[in-house]
């Protein structure tokens, strides 16, 4: 045998060697990984199971070890969102003690998010308010989630066969939604024509892995406009949640009113996945008044 002939079957037989010890290709499998699948449920905040609706629009599915190193990531479009489709995750010989999920929905470009392709721990990912002249843009209808899982492994006592590990990853809406209302607001300001917006404050910008807020406080400025009976309307928009949110109406770039709280001295406190509505009525006098109302639901007031 020449030495090529040696060098081919050295390199044959390390292959084969190696292929047994990282693959479960063996005798005693007792210490081979159990596979496992996943899927993706979406909740609204009663915890309804709602994924069917194709409310959720993609999924980007991230899955990391105990050392919080990426293992993999996928993407799911929304026909497999809403027909719950299974991911099937199975690990070479060791394989990982722990697979931790992270599941993101609805993200799109209103959103400034970690690029998938530099993500290799944990630590990496982010999602973050798109900010642009000052102000946040209002966010997408952003879902999230996160799964830890302990691998089994065939000769765990529990574990009487190699049979595949199902689990799902439930993702709940991290937004809340806003509209603003006033009535009478050109009257109050001297039937003066001219530019009025709505800014309110503030939230912080950023989501990080474990779904806690931190980052700087932003404010939006939403998109307003004067309907055809006068009320100067914000429609619903979505934002991260605070504590409470203060509202200002400028004209022409100059702070004309200020509000944090409604008539019964209750804050502007926005809830994840409901909508608050805000009606700020400058006739004979000022009073405001806050509802809180289902996901983009509009309160109607009647007394308009």
């Given at each position: ?26 005798e ?23 994924t069917?609706t ?45 697979i931790?999920f992270?599941?993101?929905?609805n ?17 990496d ?6 900010v ?34 199902e ?41 990080y ?43 022409d ?52």
């Amino acid at each position: 045998m020449n030495n090529k002939s040696k060098f081919s079957l050295t390199l044959l037989i390390a292959l084969l060697i190696t292929g047994l010890l990282s693959s479960c290709f063996k005798e005693d499998l007792s210490d081979c990984p159990v596979p496992i699948r996943v899927s993706v449920r979406a909740l609204d905040v009663e915890q309804n199971d709602i994924t069917a609706t194709g409310q959720v629009k993609n999924v980007i599915l991230f899955a990391f070890n105990e050392n919080q190193d990426l293992v993999d990531v996928f993407q799911l479009s929304v026909d497999e969102v809403k027909n719950k489709k299974m991911i099937d995750i199975e690990m070479d010989y060791p394989g990982h003690e722990a697979i931790t999920f992270i599941a993101w929905g609805n993200v799109d470009n209103s959103l400034d998010v970690s690029d998938i392709s530099s993500v290799k721990k944990l630590i990496d990912l982010y999602v973050r308010l798109v900010v642009k002249d000052g102000y946040a843009q209002p966010a997408s209808d952003f879902f999230r989630g996160n799964l830890s899982v302990f691998v089994e492994r065939v000769g765990d006592p529990q574990t009487a066969t190699r049979s595949t590990k199902e689990h799902v990853v439930d993702i709940n809406r991290m937004t809340a939604g806003v509209t603003i209302n006033t009535v009478s607001l050109k009257e109050y300001n001297d039937n003066k024509e001219g530019n009025y917006t709505y800014v309110l404050r503030s939230s912080s910008e950023t989501y990080y892995p474990e779904g806690n807020q931190t980052g700087e406080a932003v404010a939006y400025a939403p998109n307003a406009s004067f309907t055809s009976n006068g009320i100067f309307s914000a429609p619903i928009f979505y934002t991260f949640p605070t504590e409470y949110y203060t509202v200002e109406i400028y004209y022409d770039g100059r702070l004309i009113y200020t509000a944090d709280k409604d008539a019964d001295g209750n804050q502007f406190v926005p809830q994840v996945g409901r909508t608050l509505n805000i009606l700020i009525d400058f006739r004979a006098g000022t009073s405001i008044k806050t509802v809180i109302t289902p996901w983009n639901v509009v309160y109607q007031y009647v007394e308009l």
